[in-house]
């Protein structure tokens, strides 16, 4: 059984376009995550979010809204896609924010063109 | 603000020897967390250690951590093939007191390769 799950693998989309990448967690956390891998395997929180509040990155554009419809699932939408928005996504849920270990997804490789 | 700092940035090394990761990171930080990524994938957990633990063990892995001079160490012992992956230290630090929100800051990673 997928712990936490993304959805698509591989998003390849045209400038200017809005996408959506979809994350569920079955591990029963109440803390799921974005973040962003750039080309030099960078790794960079973008939010994170649980049942009380949402900490939103003050580096990240507002292009980039996160939705919660429940705590098994975090979605990150895109709008008004730019090249550089080009790297792979990760999603993670964890219990609590403090002294436990993040999961992670396998994460969504998005190409902008 | 980019807080890890791994060294170095590539290892290479033979099966059977042993890998030693270096991170150095900046502020206070609540625990410090090394992970792994193999090519393609996401990250995997290794190991946890708290601001007020110095040394912690968990199979062929060891992690020191120095608070003092805000230094960590990831050894691998008897390195295998299989442990060929890029190994991150990420910290946790407080960024909200008040709503006792944390944030987990990884470095940019060593790329271990252990030749067979």
């Known amino acids: 059984d997928t712990a936490v799950s993304q959805t698509p693998k591989y998003l390849v989309t045209q400038m200017g376009n809005d996408k959506s990448i979809k994350c569920e967690q079955n591990?029963?956390?109440?803390?799921m995550y974005w973040y962003k891998q750039d080309s030099k395997k960078f790794l960079k929180i973008m939010f994170s979010y649980n049942n009380k509040e949402l900490i939103i990155n003050e580096t990240v554009p507002n292009r980039f809204s996160p939705k919660s419809p429940d705590k098994a699932h975090l979605n990150l939408h895109i709008n008004s896609l730019e090249l550089g928005d080009s790297a792979v996504y990760f999603c993670?849920?964890?219990?609590?924010?403090?002294?436990?270990?993040?999961?992670f997804g396998p994460g969504t490789r998005l190409t902008v063109l | 603000s980019q807080q890890g700092e791994e060294d170095p940035q590539a290892l290479s090394i033979q099966e059977g020897e042993n890998a030693t990761m270096n991170c150095s990171y900046k502020t206070s930080i609540n625990n410090l967390q090394w992970y792994r990524q193999n090519s393609g994938r996401g990250l995997v957990h290794l190991i946890l250690i708290r601001s007020n633990e110095r040394e912690k063990h968990s199979g062929r892995l060891r992690v020191t951590l120095d608070t003092s001079k805000k230094s960590s160490s990831l050894l691998i012992t008897a390195s295998r093939a299989a442990d060929t992956a890029s190994y991150f230290c990420a910290t946790l630090t407080l960024i909200y007191s008040g709503a006792g929100s944390y944030q987990l800051t990884f470095g940019k990673g060593t790329k271990l390769s252990v030749i067979p």
């Open positions: 993670a849920s964890s219990q609590g924010q403090g002294n436990n270990e993040q999961f």
């Open positions: 591990l029963g956390h109440d803390t």
